[in-house]
């Protein structure tokens, strides 16, 4: 035999579902993704048809199908990547992102006043900022999986991995989407043992600088210092009720729907957010209110156990892990899920001021989905992919 016969198949060095142990699949955190998808898709049918029999131009039921069948391929494919590979090449799927992310200033589309997406072929809107998430876990962990951020040279090298999807993201400006990358940054660097005298000061410096931002308006678009303020003026009924057709109309109309639910809920397609259609967004930034209204208390609550349970096992799988790249990636990952969970859902309840950002496994948005699907692939596919390794089994603090 040659050998070139004996060479391995770069794409088999890539991509092999045959190096995944099927029997060592998190097959719970599987079912929990089962459940929440099957959920989501029950309420994006009932909003589908809501706008269907008021004869409203609203939600595409078959356009959604159409997207989750696109992103579907994309979880194969991650559940399929060979963790060593993806640790070699981290770094050029994080350049790759970030050089799409630097096309959408030239070619992207404007919205609602931002530059965010790409349009490419057969109507899919293609948002850089999202396939950013999976990169940004990808080449932290990478890069982390050597160092334990215990001296300046190591930040110099992480830091720039942080900070440009961030920036990049900023600027286009989605601050929404900016700021689930910070807890994905922080947290990676916790697991990874940055010093907790880092984080208190963050924590201490953190507010300072937002308070410095909302009252300069420096770091914030006026729109967005606007939010801030709707937001802290509705937290009082009466102020919210005068500002309901004006600043506070999203707030207000979210808050409707949720406390309309009651506890048992309207039922599906029957709440005021699907018959009058008034709340925005209602399919995407706005679906956990929809589901508060029609799922009442009863069936938010469900939605937010199986959520956070699914969340929780993620860190399970992580932990699990001895291959220090694996075990900080599933690690990031499951902090993207908790952080969009927290943040939609923060402001649904206006816990937190408004800001687009989609509910995984639930909203319509294609570009999340696709990012959702291919990080929930990467999870399985990492935890069922045990790498030989001489790291230790658990994660080794400062």
């Not at 199908?65 to 399929?80: D, H, S």
């Not at 689930?180 to 201490?204: D, E, H, K, N, Q």
């Not at 469900?302 to 993620?314: D, I, N, R």
Request: proline letters at 4%; glycine letters at 10%; one cysteine or more.
């Amino acid at each position: 035999m040659s050998v070139e016969a004996r060479k391995p198949d770069p794409l088999a060095r890539a991509l092999s579902l045959k190096s995944v142990r099927w029997f060592e699949l998190d097959w719970h955190v599987a079912l929990l993704a089962a459940i929440l998808v099957v959920v989501g898709l029950v309420y994006v049918h009932a909003i589908a048809q809501a706008d269907e029999l008021h004869q409203r131009a609203g939600v595409d039921w078959g356009g959604h199908v159409q997207k989750l069948c696109v992103a579907l391929p994309f979880f194969v494919l991650a559940l399929a990547a060979r963790a060593r590979w993806l640790a070699r090449n981290a770094g050029w799927l994080w350049l790759a992102a970030m050089s799409l992310m630097v096309l959408v200033f030239v070619v992207g589309d404007v919205r609602n006043g931002a530059r965010r997406w790409i349009q490419l072929p057969l109507g899919f809107d293609l948002q850089p900022s999202e396939l950013a998430k999976p990169a940004l876990v990808l080449a932290l962990a990478a890069a982390l999986a050597s160092t334990k951020l215990k001296s300046g040279r190591d930040w110099v090298r992480v830091a720039p991995i942080m900070l440009v999807p961030i920036a990049l993201t900023a600027l286009q400006p989605d601050l929404g989407t900016a700021l689930t990358m910070v807890p994905i940054s922080l947290g990676m660097s916790w697991a990874a043992g940055a010093s907790w005298r880092l984080y208190a000061a963050l924590f201490l410096g953190g507010p300072l600088l937002a308070l410095l931002a909302a009252s300069t308006g420096l770091l914030l678009h006026d729109y967005q210092l606007q939010r801030v303020r709707t937001w802290l003026e509705s937290w009082s009924a009466h102020d919210l009720l005068a500002a309901k057709n004006g600043a506070a109309f999203h707030a207000y109309h979210a808050r409707v729907a949720i406390g309309n639910g009651g506890f048992s809920g309207t039922g599906l397609g029957e709440g005021v957010a699907n018959r009058t259609a008034y709340l925005p967004e209602r399919d995407c930034d706005s679906i956990f209110a929809v589901v508060a209204e029609e799922g009442g208390f009863l069936g938010a609550l469900l939605v937010l156990l199986v959520y956070a349970l699914f969340v929780v096992s993620l860190f399970g799988s992580a932990g699990a892990l001895r291959d220090r790249f694996s075990r900080l990636a599933v690690t990031g990952i499951a902090i993207y899920f908790g952080a969009h969970l927290v943040i939609n859902t923060g402001v649904n309840l206006g816990l937190v001021p408004l800001t687009g950002l989609t509910l995984p496994f639930f909203s319509t948005g294609g570009s999340s989905m696709l990012a959702s699907w291919a990080m929930l692939g990467l999870a399985l596919g990492l935890s069922a992919s045990r790498v030989p390794t001489l790291d230790g089994d658990s994660f080794h603090r400062a």
